[in-house]
Every structure is written in structure tokens, then in C-alpha cells.
């Protein structure tokens, strides 16, 4: 990207937003994190110190519409990435709350991008594999345009998010690109019920016992190239509005426990997983992802636990982290 292009990311001090930062850090690009209130407890998982002082901030409540437009005006920027959400457990507790967050904060950020439409290229947003029913609801390799009944409020609120996209791009011209992970891990991921396979790897590393609280088989997405993909796509923004799938690696929970204990042999015994399966398919297609950048990055589910474990190991050694800390 030139030097005169900005990057607005909403909900900037979360999982995504601080792995996004650690790449745009790392290549050049200005950006500018948003979010409701100063917290660095994951940024300072991801980020060394030195980057965390680069970082430059506004804070705002993203469902204030004329402040996030604001902020687009203040920051300079020409990309937007919403990643602001509230996750499952939070939208089934606090229905309410959930679509304020995840309906209403989405529906400001395009409108932000409406408004400013001379500046700004276009919006991509985290949208979610959760817009999906279970693997009982398919036939064969999901495709991206597949029709979907999501068995969670917080898939209904993504999917609402993909219909605001359509509509602003039908009505508007405002150009947008969703991605759908499905089970995201990595360092920094404290929430939701797919945090449980990265809650294993740090329980592993601190030498304590930990049940991931659901089974079956899923599509594990590092962090990383989640991250990559936000950014490339940031790159690619034209026309349309997509709503691209981002399966990952698909294995079983099974499976992923003992790819850790491998990489940690101190943790056999010690973890576990229970429960139902999560109530979202994982057999999704990526050939529209692909057809957009040209290739998706893969990481090998071994490769990720180990660089996960060792930055865990990092941040158990500077304090950050450690036994019996929630």
C-alpha cells in the first residue's frame, strides 16, 4: 500500500485487530485502532513493547454512528476493517447487546464508508463461519453463496452483516469483502467457544490440566493467516459484495489435542475435550478467497500449535502469563 492509504480497524484492540496491527507494523502501513475503551491485555500477548508503543488509538463506540464517522475524517482513513463484535456466549446471554455490537456497529461502519465514499475504497469485515447450520444441513462442499440457517443469535447477527454489505453495495456503490473463519487460534484468543483449542495450548505450556468444552471435527484457522487475508483483501477492494468462506484445516478436536501433546509431551493427560460438536459445518469450499488473492495460507496445524506454544512460552518467561491466572 502507499504511504497515503489508512487503515481504520474497529474493534483494533482484539484477537484480529492485534494480529492485523502485527502485520501492518511490520510492512509499513498506517493504520489507527478503534475501540470502546484503552485495554492492552491482548495487544500485549501479540505485540513486543516497542510495537505497542507505535500503536496509535481513538476510542468510540462503534454503534455511534456520527463518531465512527468521525473517526474516518480525523484518521485520514481510505480502509476499513470491522472486526468490532460481540462473540456466541455474549449474543445468547445478551441478546440485545449482541445486535447492538454486531448489527448496529456494522450498519455505522458502511454507513461511514457511504458517507466518505470519496476517500474510502471499501469495508472488510468479520464476518463468521457461524452464518452457517450444522454439516446435517449440506450436501457435498459448501460454497460461499450457499443458503444458510444459522443455529446461533450471534450467526444471525453476521448474517444480518452480510445483507447490510449487500444492500450498501446495491444502493451505493460501497464495495465490501466479509471472510468467514471458522475456529481461529493463537495468542491473544481469550473468548468464545472456539477459544477453548488456543486455551488448551497455553494450558499445556503452564503445565495445567484444561477441557476444551466441545468435540468433533471443525476447520482450525491460525491466527496469522486469518490475519494476512484481512489485509490482502484490504488490498483488493474493487466491486461487489463478498462474502468469502475461510475453512482452514479441517480436523477433529481429537486430533488437535494430540498434535499438542506432541509438541508439549508434559501435556498428555492433561487435557481433555467434552461436549457436543459446535452446531457449525466445517466442510466449506475456498475457491472465491483463492480466486481473489491468487493463493489462501494454510498453516499446518502442527506448524501453528508450535509457533502458538512458543510465544506462549515468551510470555510465561516475561510474566505476562502464568499459572493459575485466568
Keep these: 500500500m502507499s504511504a497515503a492509504e489508512t487503515m ?12 492485523i496491527a502485527r502485520r501492518l507494523l511490520r510492512d509499513g502501513t498506517r493504520f489507527v485502532l478503534l475501540d470502546l475503551e484503552p485495554d492492552d491485555r491482548i495487544l500485549s500477548q501479540v505485540l513486543d513493547p516497542p510495537q505497542l508503543e507505535r500503536i496509535q488509538r481513538l476510542f468510540a463506540d462503534v454503534a455511534d454512528a456520527d463518531r465512527v464517522v468521525r473517526a474516518v475524517e480525523e484518521t485520514g482513513a481510505t480502509h476499513l476493517i470491522h472486526l468490532a463484535g460481540l462473540q456466541v456466549p455474549a449474543c445468547r446471554e445478551r441478546p440485545a447487546a449482541g445486535a447492538r455490537v454486531n448489527v448496529i456497529g456494522a450498519l455505522s461502519v458502511f454507513d461511514a464508508a457511504r458517507i466518505l465514499r470519496d476517500r474510502v475504497r471499501g469495508v472488510v ?12 444441513d449440506y450436501s457435498g462442499p459448501i460454497a460461499d453463496d450457499a443458503v444458510h440457517r444459522p443455529r446461533t443469535l450471534y450467526g444471525v447477527f453476521k448474517q444480518a452483516a452480510e445483507g447490510c454489505a449487500r ?28 477459544s477453548g483449542p488456543t486455551k488448551a495450548i497455553r494450558a499445556a505450556v503452564l503445565d495445567e490440566e484444561y477441557t476444551i468444552p466441545f468435540t468433533g471435527r471443525t476447520g482450525f484457522n491460525f491466527v496469522d493467516d486469518v490475519a494476512g487475508a484481512f489485509v490482502e483483501c484490504a488490498r483488493r477492494l474493487e466491486k461487489g459484495a463478498l462474502a468469502l468462506n475461510l475453512p482452514g484445516e479441517k480436523e477433529t478436536v481429537e486430533e488437535f489435542i494430540r498434535a499438542i501433546e506432541d509438541e508439549i509431551p508434559s501435556s498428555r493427560g492433561r487435557l481433555r475435550c ?21 493463493a489462501v495460507r494454510h498453516t499446518p496445524i502442527r506448524e501453528g500449535i508450535r509457533r502458538t506454544a512458543e510465544r506462549f512460552r515468551e510470555l510465561r518467561g516475561r510474566g505476562i502469563i502464568r499459572r493459575g491466572a485466568s
Design 8 to 19: 481504520l480497524i474497529t474493534g483494533g484492540q482484539g484477537f484480529f485487530g492485534a494480529w
Design 167 to 194: 444492500i450498501y453495495w446495491q444502493d451505493h456503490g460501497v464495495p465490501s469483502i466479509g471472510l468467514r473463519p471458522l475456529s481461529v487460534y493463537g495468542v491473544g484468543r481469550e473468548i468464545g467457544i472456539t
Design 125 to 136: 469485515y468479520a464476518s463468521s463461519a457461524a452464518v452457517a447450520g450444522p454439516a446435517g
Design 274 to 294: 467434552e461436549g457436543a460438536a459446535i452446531p457449525v459445518a466445517f466442510d466449506f469450499r475456498e475457491d472465491g478467497l483463492a480466486g481473489l488473492l491468487g
